[in-house]
T-cell receptor, first 114, second 110 residues
């Protein structure tokens, strides 16, 4: 049973709309990362938050933004959705320094943009 | 060139076979190395960490060659339940981001 929960599990949006995905980190984990996994590909790093501050970002445009809250839950926001944004979005959490020993992933949100 | 590259799949093997997956990474400063397993339409789950000295967990053996920037995973006595996609993962950078390979799909058949 994973300690990281994501919502919603599935979502269908229209091109140009905005979407917010949510993640509750595993208890005691203060670092959260978001990944995008397109069909047939490995997950791609979007960004990471540590103690409510973004401290790393992958090669994604500014319309991908995020937040981390004091309870370490997190949101991923995507504006102006494009068809290519259709993917599985994964949230992963780790404790301080524990990233070096692996992350715990949520079960993901499958976003379809039509 | 991708930062982490894996053998193209799929690998189709009979039960009981031994199968090996290979992976190379481009950043010599990479710090940590893992194999993750991902079942169809599920999240990746940590299979094992990979250490320079090599490490084993039951039927699974992982090896790391830092000089060649090469990682391997050996699965002995394959089971039907081993069917999944295996992701080679490297940690690089100051904030410990995970860099994934595209994954290699394994299908074990009776």
């Amino acid at each position: 049973e994973t300690g990281v929960t994501q919502s919603p599990t599935h979502l269908i949006k229209t091109r140009g709309q905005q979407v917010t995905l949510r993640c509750s980190s595993q208890s005691g984990h203060n670092t959260v990362s978001w990944y995008q996994q397109a069909l047939g590909q490995g997950p791609q790093f979007i960004f990471q938050y540590y103690r409510e501050e973004e401290n790393g970002r992958g090669n994604f445009p500014p319309r991908f933004s995020g937040l981390q809250f004091p309870n370490y839950s997190s949101e991923l926001n995507v504006n102006a959705l494009e068809l290519d944004d259709s993917a599985l979005y994964l949230c992963a959490s780790s404790g301080t320094g524990q990233g070096l020993y692996g992350y715990t992933f949520g079960s993901g949100t499958r976003l379809t943009v039509v | 060139r991708k930062e982490v590259e894996q053998d193209p799949g799929p690998f189709n093997v009979p039960e009981g076979a031994t199968v090996a997956f290979n992976c190379t990474y481009s950043n010599s400063a990479s710090q940590s190395f893992f194999w993750y397993r991902q079942d169809c339409r599920k999240e990746p789950k940590l299979l094992m960490s990979v250490y320079s000295s090599g490490n084993e967990d039951g039927r699974f053996t992982a090896q790391l060659n830092r000089a060649s920037q090469y990682i391997s995973l050996l699965i002995r006595d394959s089971k039907l339940s081993d069917s999944a996609t295996y992701l080679c993962v490297v940690i690089s950078g100051g904030y410990n981001k995970l860099i994934f390979g595209a994954g290699t799909r394994l299908a074990v058949h009776p």
